[in-house]
């Protein structure tokens, strides 16, 4: 599908019909997820998949009964590691030469380290950037999405171990729409909200 295809017709669907997705399909909408850009190479997304039906039922729940949690083929919780910057992070650079690679490093420690607030906006920039291609790619490989912030972040991050050191970013639901999204909710004009050069 075509790139602007694939944004004009990407919508937030909220009814699925029962369907499972291929172990191969998932696999190729995680694998074009990571090639989502993220600040210093960081990746520090974390995606948990979710195909088991009790368990998307009991994020149902905790999503205040949205049924296209339950509904859909796969629910994919974004989260990201707020310590990436310091585990091992020669490995993000692993293909550059030694020296360009320390300095990566070095730069990237020094930015991180005890800034507890850009650590958490690395995370959702991260996952936001995350979340948008894996949304237009399921819409390429025919399938539907709805990115969700309404749920229980305390009780899901509870619900799957979530580590200490990590955050919930958001979800992004797939599956096959039964009932197309409703007509768009009203675009602002470009004009109110792009600004040349300052405001
Ligand atoms: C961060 C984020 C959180 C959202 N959370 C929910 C949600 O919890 N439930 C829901 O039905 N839609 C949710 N949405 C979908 C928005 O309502 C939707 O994107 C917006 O109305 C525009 O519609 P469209 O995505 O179809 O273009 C969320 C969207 C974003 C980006």
């Given at each position: 599908m075509d790139t602007f295809d694939a944004i004009k017709n990407r919508r937030s669907v909220k009814n699925f019909k029962n369907h499972e997705m291929t172990k191969n399909e998932i696999h190729q909408l995680l694998e074009s997820?990571?090639?989502s850009p993220t600040s210093y190479n960081i990746q520090n997304w974390r995606f948990i998949i979710v195909t088991k039906q009790d368990l998307k039922d009991q994020l149902c729940s905790l999503s205040y009964g949205q049924r296209q949690v339950a509904e859909a083929s796969l629910v994919i919780i974004l989260c990201a590691d707020l310590k990436a910057w310091?585990?091992?992070p020669e490995r993000y650079?692993?293909?550059i030469p030694e020296e360009s690679r320390k300095?990566?490093?070095d730069s990237m420690r020094n930015s991180y380290?005890?800034?507890?607030e850009l650590q958490r906006d690395e995370a959702m920039r991260s996952c936001g950037m995350a979340a948008q291609t894996i949304m237009l790619?399921?819409?390429s490989m025919g399938y539907d999405t709805c990115p969700m912030k309404g749920f229980d972040?305390?009780?899901v991050s509870k619900l799957i171990n979530l580590p200490d050191d990590h955050v919930i970013s958001m979800m992004v639901v797939v599956g096959k729409?039964?009932?197309p999204a409703s007509s768009r909710g009203g675009q602002l004009q470009l004009s109110e909200i792009m600004f040349e050069n300052s405001f």
């Open positions: 997820a990571i090639l310091a585990k091992n650079w692993i293909n300095a990566l490093v380290d005890g800034k507890s790619a399921a819409k972040y305390d009780k729409a039964i009932k």
